[in-house]
């Protein structure tokens, strides 16, 4: 079938605005994960840059130093600065001198002032008083021009070729830098040795992974995640299967009692629940972050309504053949469950994961060893405030394990809403 052009141009359009749209939500993502590898100069670049940065340096006399680059003779140079500061004459023509503000006239040409001739002939450009006119050697000419300013400005040479100088701020010269990922910073935020070579060039490095430590929070996290998964999928599995295929007296107020549960603001179970883990003496302790979390109304839920879903008929020819209610359920039921399971994997991961606030309250700032990475972010993001690069690799190492979750789980995650969402 055939199309005008129409069609085709208005389905260019809606991917043109869907994809600036992905584009637009994948930005603060994307900068996080290129601050993430940024040195702690780079990263206070004004305007910001989204690739990585790093100085290009060169060895010289034992020292490695800096190159800034300057156009000299048409050229572009790589320059290397020097501990002399000179005082250096900017010079403009009579016709681009700026009688309001002489400092903003354009700059045509600018040398040391004990290079220049300071002549006895003025020259009156337009609304201005008489200025007195110096002559300048420029690329080997010498032209006559008027004085604007003499700053003092550091010489920038070549390493190879000290006949070739330059003469620039410091703070104001442009930088020799090449595209440089900085896999330090995950070194430091997991409390890995650094590289010497590495931390010479970045100073601020020194000492950091000492005064952080976000693997031993990492293990933390992910002990306790897998053990909290691992527990809502059994008790959920088995919860759903119960109220939804065994039939006992109270079955379905009792699954509607739980199913309330999920009504109770958790800040109501708050004071219970923590004096229940002072009474077991679980404060402080790992084990209080897996087991009170190992029973989830919505994943029982979740489950039943799927397992409702599956025709009784199956499980009667299973019955008839002999098979029990445990073998029925693993080998029947979660087979063709995958999808809900999935999502129910999906969910009470991003939960584990992500929780702060039952950590904070149970566990406590001050225990250090059995921090999650949730506190251990809190921490960083106060010891190292004016480090953002370190802040980010924090948050994109507790970010990107999620992400890598949902993109490898998205199939069954979507196949689970599209089918266990609609059924009754």
Known sequence: MRHSPSFYIGRLLIYALLTGFALFMLFPFLYMVSTSFKNSTDVFRSPPRLLPYSPERIEIDGQMRRLYRFEIGGQVRELVITDERVEVGQFTTPELFNAARPRTSPIVAQAPMYEVRKTDDTVTPAGAEPQVVYEVQVDGQTQRLLLVNTPRLNKFVDPEDPSVYAYASERTAQAAEFVEFQVTNYNAVLGLPIDPRVAENDPLLQGSSARIRLDRALVNTTLVTVLVVIGQLVTSIFGGYAFSRIEFKGRDTLF???????????????????????????????????????????????????????????????????????????????????????????????????????????????????????????????????????????AAIAILPPVIVFIFAQRYFIEGIATSGLKG
């Open 256 to 394: 509607l009692l739980y199913l309330g549960s999920i009504m109770i603001p958790f800040v109501v179970l708050i004071i219970p629940i923590y004096r229940l883990m002072v009474l077991l003496e679980w404060q402080n302790r790992i084990v209080s972050l897996i087991v009170p979390w190992i029973f989830t109304a919505y994943g029982t839920f979740l489950m039943r309504q799927f397992f409702i879903s599956i025709p009784k008929e199956i499980e009667e020819a299973a019955l008839l053949d002999g098979c029990s209610r445990f073998r029925i359920l693993w080998t029947i039921f979660v087979p063709l469950s995958t999808p809900a399971i999935a999502s129910l994997a999906i969910f009470s991961f991003l939960y584990a994961w992500n929780s702060f606030l039952w950590p904070l309250l149970i566990i406590g700032e001050g225990n250090r060893d059995n921090h999650v990475l949730t506190l251990g972010l809190i921490q960083l993001s106060n010891t190292f405030a004016d480090r953002p690069n370190l802040v980010l690799t924090g």
